[in-house]
Structures are given as C-alpha cells and as structure tokens.
C-alpha cells in the first residue's frame, strides 16, 4: 500500500477530488461501490468516501475501520450534508485523540 488518495462517490461528488489530483471512482449504488472499495482498500492509504454512499455501507466500513490502513473517510455529498460524515469523523477523532475535541458542541 502506497500513501496515495482516492475518492469514491457517485455522479459530479467526486469532480473537486479530482480536480485536487486524487483518483476518482464512481459507484452507482451499494453493491458496486462495496466493490470498488474493497479493490481500493489494496491499493490507496487514505480513502475518501461520499456520505450517500457511506451510510448505505456503513457495516462494510465498521470492518476497515479495525485496522489502521486504509483510513476511510466519509464527506458530504454534492446534495450537501446529512450528518453521517460529521458523526464518523467525531467518532473516529475520538478513538484517536482519547477525547471528544469538539466537547460535544455542534455547529448551528
């Protein structure tokens, strides 16, 4: 595994990545993106992962997040934020740091 980025989402979510030189991969739905994923997972250190399709994998993501690599991150989709991708990013800072940075607040 090497310390590259990809980006896996559906439609237009992924075109800013892109832009950002990191590897883009469309899904269409949850089997084809489990797919792809689990084929990234060998490849790509950190992958960044829509919101819409995160939340339809989260049991898949629960079993990559036991391990250190890869650092699956999920980020809100082009419909915008549903919550999802701030809720695992907390979690995961949390497991990380040993406490909550955020003391608990969110933002309004």
Known sequence: MT???????????VLAFK?????????SDR?????ILR???KEYAVIFI????AEQMDDLLKKFNQS??????PVPSGSGEGGYARAKMKERMEKALGVDILFNREDK
């Open 3 to 13: 310390d590259k980025m990809a980006i896996l989402g559906e439609g237009d979510s």
């Open 39 to 41: 084929k990234l997972a």
């Open 19 to 27: 832009a950002g030189g990191i590897d883009a991969y469309y899904a």
């Open 31 to 35: 089997e084809e993106a489990k797919d």
């Open 50 to 53: 829509t919101e819409t399709l």
């Open 68 to 73: 250190p690599y890869p650092v699956i991150l």
